[in-house]
């Protein structure tokens, strides 16, 4: 990382409940107030049904969790490429472990994504699949080794060689692509260590979303680096 880039925090708020609905803004307002008072970048990627509301009461940037493979028509209950430019988002998680897609649509909509300035953050399970993403370049590789999401068990400390072989790998197809890491991190031990191994910043959900304060555990979280 070179030393002007700053690593970056993307929180994923999935569906739970403490990310949803009014908490959903609640949440975006923790990571504005941690991010002006670290200047460590901080992204929320919230439901679709919420991003609309965080883009206009927050200046942090937003990212939609997933996005349809397809064209505008009869696509009931899928989530248009179109439809969140048009409502602002800057970015979009893909091929996260619990929406997993096919490498064909990865790559169309990583195309689609560029031709529309909008950052691309391709989520993978392992090095094979970081190294086979990295050839779409992507903005970001977010490697989360699937049977630690959720557990607090850090992917830092408990299977670092999924980041630094990551970090390897990827840096060989495309030194432009960067490397985040996701899976149980939720400190700022851990944030040091996955920034240590080569990160560039954490793809995170439940340390935070869960945390009996949420502005505290973010600032702790970035408060090693
Ligand atoms: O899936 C993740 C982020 O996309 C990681 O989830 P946890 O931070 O809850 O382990």
């Known amino acids: 990382m070179s030393k002007n880039d700053k690593p970056i925090v993307i929180l994923n708020y999935k569906t739970y409940l403490e990310s949803s609905g009014d908490k959903a803004l609640s949440l975006a307002k923790d990571l504005e107030s941690a991010y002006d008072e670290t200047g460590i970048p901080m992204i929320a990627s919230p439901q679709a049904i919420d991003i609309t509301k965080i883009k206009d009461e927050t200046s942090i940037p937003v990212y939609a969790q997933h996005i349809d493979p397809i064209k505008p028509g009869g696509n009931t209950g899928s989530n248009l490429l179109e439809s969140f430019l048009a409502n602002g ?109 080569g990160a560039e910043g954490v793809l995170l959900a439940s340390g935070i979303i869960k945390a009996k304060n949420p502005k505290e555990a973010l600032l702790d979280l970035v408060s090693k680096i």
Do not use: Q
Not at 169 to 189: D, P, Q, R, Y
């Open 89 to 197: 988002i800057d970015g979009t998680l893909l091929n996260h472990s619990e929406k997993r897609m096919k490498l064909a649509d990865i790559e169309s909509l990583v195309t689609k994504a560029k031709e529309s300035n909008l950052k691309t953050c391709v989520c993978s399970n392992n090095v094979a699949t970081s190294e086979a993403i990295a050839t779409l370049s992507p903005t970001y590789v977010a490697v989360e080794p699937p049977e630690l999401i959720g557990t607090g068990i850090p992917v830092s400390k408990a299977e670092p060689e999924i980041i630094t072989g990551t970090v390897d790998k990827v840096k060989n197809i495309n030194k432009n692509v960067k490397v985040l890491c996701g899976a149980g991190i939720s400190t700022g031990e851990d944030m040091k260590a996955a920034i240590e191994l």
